[in-house]
């Protein structure tokens, strides 16, 4: 039930152009598909653990929109639920100018880039001062 504050969840997503839209049309589904509510409800992610916290996503979120970023899905508190509630969101159209894509959110955030090819993905995975968990998913072994 966590909402994406532990230091292994996903920060950002990097996927090649010839997928791209399908997995971006797959994962707004899923993201749309998430409940969020008390943990004593039936829900797949609760609240944030503080109003700093909160803020801290807002910002981020607010940065990248500002910057030219799509909020397809999500992109603001959760007004209905009381608390440090944030709705589970998927921004496209990020780039590393974005605090989004360099920093650490600790929120229910998923940002992704397309990009051309794995070698420009290792790059800029490695394009920030912090060592945020990586994995590749390919078919190719």
Do not use: W
């Not at 944030?48 to 803020?55: D, G, K, P, R, V």
């Not at 605090?99 to 600790?106: A, C, G, K, L």
């Amino acid at each position: 039930m966590n909402c994406g504050q532990i230091c292994t969840s996903i920060e950002r997503v990097y996927v090649e152009a010839p997928i791209y839209q399908a997995f971006v049309d797959k994962i707004v589904a899923r993201v749309n598909a998430i409940r969020q509510g008390k943990s004593t409800d039936e829900i797949d992610i609760g609240c944030l653990t503080s109003e700093a916290q909160l803020n801290k996503v807002a910002a981020q979120v607010d940065e990248a929109r500002a910057k030219g970023a799509k909020i397809l899905t999500g992109g603001g508190r959760n007004a209905n639920l009381p608390g440090y509630y944030y709705q589970p969101t998927v921004i496209v159209d990020v780039n590393h100018s974005m605090s989004i894509m360099t920093e650490e959110t600790f929120g229910p955030v998923i940002p992704i880039m397309q990009i051309n090819n794995p070698e420009e993905a290792l790059r800029l995975a490695n394009d920030c001062r912090y060592g945020l968990s990586a994995s590749i998913f390919s078919r190719d072994k």
